[in-house]
Structure formats: structure tokens, C-alpha cells
């Protein structure tokens, strides 16, 4: 596996990351040692850096996985409330339950159009915790091509986490849907200021994985870009990525997605009841808390929904 540096930070990371929500309670809720072994396969084969939120719940996998691997990771975690407290709080989480005197990157979780400014209070706790060296680097994670766009000339903002793939699933731009192409100039123009980038749902959110080389030979190909973050959700998973990287995938293989199942989530559902419209199966219901969730035993998989839902809040796993 190549190794980059993560713009200025003088973080090493590998070309590929591992997503760690999958194995997690949000998605497919692994027991510990199950999650933790597809963690610690990855790192033993050459993925050091790993993208994890406190929102995801992931942290007792990673401190399993990483306390039996002599290998060092690369963290990355991110939280979505935007005042000081609940930022600092967040930290002194990850870096109790990972066991980490410090957590190497820490990001504003999902930043939306004018949202950045709203959050001050936890930016301006993550700058002090990068002074004080909890944190070695700071920025944000996105689906916006406007506020990846912002952070370029944000001179605190050391990565850039941005959302892309071929088809553009789930691009925004203010609150409209977005285009891949602004996400690329988005990015590049990040990079050309010195920040490190990396990218989410290269398959998104599983709705693309059909096509599986296709949509990492165009996410690959992005020079602006410095690492891929990649979902994964078994040791399968990790073996198909690493076959891709060797370049020895056969071109005609695309992994089998039958199992897979739609999930929506949560944290990102504004329930706005458009997907239900969608699904000819009437297999979408609001559950207790008015967000949308699927009726596994009525969905037929057909991913109408999913590109229905203007925030991409539904995805194949
Ligand atoms: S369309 Fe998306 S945001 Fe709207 S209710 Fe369905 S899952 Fe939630
Ligand atoms: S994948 Fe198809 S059947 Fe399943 S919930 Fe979505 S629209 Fe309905």
C-alpha cells in the first residue's frame, strides 16, 4: 500500500482509509472482536489511517483492534455539535477511549452551507487543542462543494474531507443538490492551498458499488486528492480493495451485492418523507423518533429511494 503526506500536516497516511462505520452499531453492529479484526486485518496490511465520528460509536472496535497490532494507526474523528463544551467534551472522549494522548485529526462532522460560522465555539476548541498537541490536525468533513470550497482560504483548516464519486451521489451545494465537477475544482483548489484532502463514499453509499472499479478508477484518478476513504464491512471487503490496488482485479469483477441491504441513516435523515413517496414497496415508515426507516422483509433493494433522498442519507450496505 502507498503511502502520502496529508497536505502540510506531515501526517503519513496510506492512499487508502478505512471507514470504520460500517462495522459499527449505526450500520451492521458487529460484535467487538468480529469489527475489530477487520481493523486490525487492514492495518496489518499496510491501511494505517482510519475515519471514525463520535457519533458512530466505533471506538471500542478501534481500541481493540489497535492495542493487538504493533502497527501504528492514523486517527480521524470528527463530532457533529458545534460549541466549545460539547467539542471538548468530544475529544476527551476519543482520546479516553481510544487511549491516545492524542487523536491525530479531528474535524467539524458535517459541515453545511453557512454551518462553519455557526460553529465557532467547537473550531475555536480545536484550534487550542492543536496548540496544546491533543490534536495534531483540524478541519472538516462535508458533502458541500461551497464549503469545501470555503475551507480553502480558512488558514486554521488543515484537511479537507469532501464527499465525491463519478456519479456525483450526493454532492450538495448550498441546499441544493451539487455537481461532481464543482466538487473537483473544490478540492483541487483546497490542495493548491496546502490542505490535506481526502474523500468519502467513492460507491455512494454503496449504490454505486455495481460498478465497483469504475467508481474507484475515477476517485483514483483525482489527483487533488490525497486518500480515499473506503467503508468496510469485512475482511472480504478489504481483500476486494487490496486486489483492486495491486492492479491483478480481473476487469470483469465486481463483487457480489446480493446480500446487501439499504440502510438508512440516521444521523443524517431530516425526515422529510420524500424516499417513502419513492418506494413503490411501501417499505419505508417513520419510526418513533419521525426520522424514515426500512422494512427489511419489503424492500426489494432497488435503490429508488436512495436517489430520492436529497441528503444521501440511504445507502446499500
Ligand atoms: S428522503 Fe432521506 S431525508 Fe427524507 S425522510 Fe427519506 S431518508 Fe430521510
Ligand atoms: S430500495 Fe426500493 S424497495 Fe427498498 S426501501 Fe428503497 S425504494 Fe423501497
Redesign the pocket.
Given at each position: 500500500m502507498k503511502n502520502t503526506l496529508l497536505g502540510k500536516t506531515g501526517i503519513e497516511v496510506s492512499r487508502v482509509g478505512m471507514g470504520v462505520l460500517p462495522v459499527g452499531p449505526n450500520q451492521l453492529a458487529l460484535p467487538v472482536e468480529e469489527g475489530a479484526e477487520i481493523i486490525r486485518y487492514a492495518l496489518e496490511k499496510g491501511i494505517n489511517f482510519f475515519d471514525t465520528a463520535q457519533y458512530y460509536r466505533t471506538y471500542p472496535y478501534m481500541s481493540r483492534a489497535f492495542r493487538s497490532s504493533a502497527k501504528e494507526p492514523v486517527i480521524c474523528s470528527k463530532c457533529l455539535y458545534g460549541d466549545y463544551d460539547s467539542m471538548k467534551k468530544a475529544v476527551e472522549e476519543a482520546r479516553r477511549n481510544l487511549n491516545r494522548d492524542y487523536i491525530d485529526i479531528f474535524l467539524l462532522h458535517e459541515v453545511r452551507s453557512g454551518d462553519f460560522k455557526l460553529r465557532e465555539g467547537a473550531w475555536e476548541y480545536l484550534t487550542e487543542a492543536r496548540d496544546r498537541g491533543i490534536v495534531r490536525a483540524i478541519g472538516v468533513s462535508t458533502h458541500n462543494s461551497d464549503v469545501t470550497e470555503e475551507m480553502a482560504d480558512v488558514r486554521e483548516c488543515d484537511v479537507v474531507f469532501s464527499l465525491i464519486n463519478y456519479a456525483g451521489l450526493g454532492i450538495r451545494k448550498g441546499d441544493g443538490p451539487g455537481h461532481v465537477q464543482d466538487m473537483e475544482k473544490a478540492i483541487a483548489k483546497c490542495r493548491a492551498a496546502g490542505k490535506g484532502t481526502f474523500s468519502m463514499k467513492a460507491f455512494g453509499g454503496g449504490n454505486l458499488t455495481g460498478e465497483y472499479q469504475k467508481a474507484l478508477n475515477y476517485v483514483f484518478s483525482l489527483k487533488q486528492i490525497d486518500s480515499v476513504m473506503i467503508g468496510f464491512g469485512s475482511i472480504a471487503d478489504v481483500d476486494d480493495l487490496l486486489l483492486y490496488e495491486s492492479g491483478k482485479m480481473p476487469s470483469d469483477y465486481n463483487p457480489d451485492v446480493s446480500k446487501k441491504k439499504m440502510i438508512?441513516e440516521q444521523s443524517?435523515?431530516?425526515?422529510?418523507?420524500?424516499?417513502?413517496k419513492?418506494c413503490q414497496s411501501r417499505a419505508?415508515f417513520y419510526n418513533e423518533r419521525g426520522?424514515?426507516q426500512i422494512r427489511q422483509e419489503l424492500c426489494l433493494t432497488c435503490g429508488y429511494?436512495a436517489a430520492?433522498?436529497?441528503?444521501r442519507?440511504?445507502i446499500m450496505y
Open positions: 438508512i443524517d435523515c431530516e425526515g422529510c418523507g420524500t424516499c417513502m419513492a419505508i426520522l424514515a429511494c430520492a433522498c436529497p441528503v442519507a440511504i
